[in-house]
DNA sequence: AAAAAATTTAATCAAATGATTAAATTTGGC
DNA sequence: GCCAAATTTAATCATTTGATTAAATTTTTT
C-alpha cells in the first residue's frame, strides 16, 4: 500500500535524488533526462522518487524554483542597497554572478531556456515583474540621467548591458573555447580578468563624457 | 517493400517536413520534439518522415547543420574582409546579427544548445577552429592594440563583447520583456536602437584615451 | 523486543514513441 | 494509356518511459 509522504527527518536519500535530478536538469532539460537516469545517478531506486516526489514533473518545479531563486534574490538584495553607489552596485553584481556561475556554468542555459519555455508561470513563482525597474539601482541610474552625468539612454539597456557582458561569456563558453582555442584554465582566467573590466567597460558606455 | 530514398525533383513535401522539424527542434529542442508532431506540424504522415530522412536523428543532424551555417557563413565573409576598417567590420556584424535574430529569435539558445552538448562534433561540422582568430579582424585588433590605439586587452574579450552584446539581448528575450514589462514593439524597438548603439560601446570599450 | 511507521526494492502496467511494413495511390516517361 | 518509379497511407512492432503496486526491510516508538 503507497504511503504518505513521509515526515522530514533524515533528508539523505531525498537529498540525493534532488542533487542528481538538479544536475540532469540543468545539463539536459527537461524532456531528455529521464526518471531512470536520476534514480542511477542518485544511487536509489525508480519506485523512490515518485514516492518522495510524486512525479517527474514536481521534483521538476522543485529544482527550477531553486534554480531560480539561486540567480534572483541576491540580485534583489543588492539592487535595493541605499547605501552603496551605482558603480558599487554594477561592481558587486558582476563578481557575485561571476562567482556563482563560475561555479555553475550550466545554470543561466537552463533559466533562461526555462523563462522563455514558461515565461508566464514564473512571474508567478518567483514575482520578478517591476522588481528591478523599481529598484534603487534603477532610481539611481534615472537619477544620472537627469542630471546630465549618464548618458540620456534607455535604462534598460544599461541592465542589458550588464547582463549580457557578465553572464553570455558563461552562457556562450563552450563556444567561445572553440572559437578562441581556449582550455578551461585560460577561459577562467578570462571570465576572472573580466570581474574587474566589466564594471569598467559599463561605467565608460554610461557616463557622459565632459564638455570641453 | 520499402523504397530507397527518391532523387530529388518535387521538394515540397520533404521541405514541409525540414520546415516544421526546424520550428519544433528550434523552440523546443531535440528531446522534446516527438516524430509525431513534426509529422502534424508538416502535415504529413509519420511514415513520411522516416522514409525521407531515415530517422529522427538523422532529420535533426540536417536541421541542426543548416542553423550553424545560418549564422557562421556571413560572419566569416565579414570578418575576412580586406577592405573595411576594424570599426565597418563592427557595425556590420553586428547589423547582420541583429537583423537575423529578430526573424529567428529561437536561433541563438538552440545553437548555443546545441554547441554545449556536442561541442567536439561541431568543430568538424563548421570547422571554425581558429576561423576567428586567424581572421582580417582579429589582425586589425591587433595592429590597433599595437599602435596603441586600442587598449591592451586580449582580443578575445572583443569577440566576447561583440557577441554578448549583440545576441544575448534576443537570448534573454523573454526574460528582458519579464523585468522590464516590455511588449513585443517596445522590446523590437529596443533592438533596432542597439544596432546603432553597440558598435558605439565597443568602439567607446576598445579605444584608447588620448592622452593629455 | 514488539508494534508501528518509514524506507526500499523488484516486478509490472499503460501510454508514448521511434521505426517498419506492406499495400494503395500518384506521378512522370514512353 | 501503360508501366515503373515515386509518393503516401494505415496498421503494427518493439522499446522506452513515467508511474504504480505489493511485498520486504529498516528505523522509530513504546
Same mark, same amino acid.
Given at each position: 500500500m503507497p504511503k504518505k509522504a513521509p515526515i522530514e527527518k533524515d533528508v539523505s536519500a531525498e537529498e540525493k535524488i534532488k542533487e542528481a535530478a538538479r544536475k540532469l536538469f540543468t545539463t539536459k532539460g527537461y524532456a531528455a533526462t529521464k526518471t531512470r537516469d536520476i534514480a542511477q545517478e542518485a544511487g536509489i531506486n525508480l519506485a523512490l522518487l515518485n514516492y518522495y516526489f510524486r512525479s517527474k514533473e514536481k521534483l521538476f518545479h522543485i529544482i527550477r524554483a531553486e534554480s531560480l531563486h539561486k540567480i534572483g534574490l541576491e540580485i534583489v538584495r543588492i539592487i535595493y542597497e541605499?547605501?552603496?553607489?551605482l558603480e558599487e552596485k554594477i561592481k558587486k553584481l558582476v563578481a557575485y554572478y561571476t562567482e556563482t556561475l563560475m561555479k555553475e556554468p550550466d545554470l543561466p542555459l537552463f533559466v533562461l531556456t526555462e523563462i522563455r519555455n514558461n515565461p508566464e508561470q514564473l512571474v508567478d513563482t518567483?514575482?520578478?515583474?517591476?522588481k528591478v525597474m523599481n529598484s534603487v539601482l534603477m532610481q539611481q541610474i534615472m537619477q544620472g540621467v537627469m542630471s546630465g552625468k549618464?548618458? #540620456?539612454?534607455? #535604462?534598460v539597456h544599461f541592465i542589458i548591458n550588464t547582463i549580457s557582458l557578465t553572464v553570455f561569456p558563461f552562457v556562450a563558453g563552450p563556444m567561445l573555447k572553440l572559437v578562441a582555442n581556449l582550455n578551461d584554465d585560460s577561459f577562467a582566467a578570462l571570465t576572472t580578468e573580466r570581474k574587474e573590466l566589466v564594471p569598467e567597460w559599463i561605467m565608460m558606455i554610461m557616463s557622459q563624457p565632459e564638455k570641453k
Open positions: 541605499t547605501d552603496t553607489s518567483i514575482g520578478i515583474r517591476d549618464l548618458r #540620456p539612454i534607455h #535604462p
